[in-house]
């Protein structure tokens, strides 16, 4: 099983900034896909930004230009750093990945807890 542990959420007035961090664990020996998705309240959880192992980058309209995703595949860490932060981008931040246990082993998935983002004077 692969466990993720997030940090890096809080509370940032209107134009400030904040990283994610997102840390894999466990057994697996394969990682691609690793992302970020937020769930505003009331609504459905949409996808930020994704980052696969061969560099291909995903992200949202509304981030682009703001946000940057990055991994560090030695350490099974992915991160967003999220600039010029708006209040439209309040939400809880799961991050996600998609691993393999065994080469010959379907791909799985994994949440993360969620770290709360809150934008506002």
């Known amino acids: 099983q692969v466990q993720l542990v997030e940090s890096g959420g809080g509370l940032v007035p209107p134009g400030g900034s904040l990283r994610l961090s997102c840390a894999a664990s466990?057994?697996?020996?394969?990682?691609?896909?690793m992302g970020w998705y937020r769930q505003a309240a009331g609504k459905e959880r949409e996808l930020v930004a994704r980052?696969?192992?061969?560099?291909?980058?995903n992200y949202a309209e509304s981030v682009k230009g703001r946000f940057t995703i990055s991994r560090d595949n030695a350490k099974n860490t992915v991160y967003l750093q999220m600039n010029n932060l708006k209040p439209e981008d309040t939400a809880v931040y799961y991050c996600?990945?998609?691993?393999?246990?065994?080469?010959?082993?379907?791909?799985?998935?994994?949440w993360g807890q969620g770290t709360h983002v809150t934008v506002s004077s």
């Open positions: 466990g057994s697996f020996v394969r990682m691609d896909a």
């Open positions: 996600s990945t998609e691993w393999q246990r065994y080469s010959i082993s379907p791909w799985s998935s994994t």
């Open positions: 980052i696969f192992s061969g560099g291909t980058i």
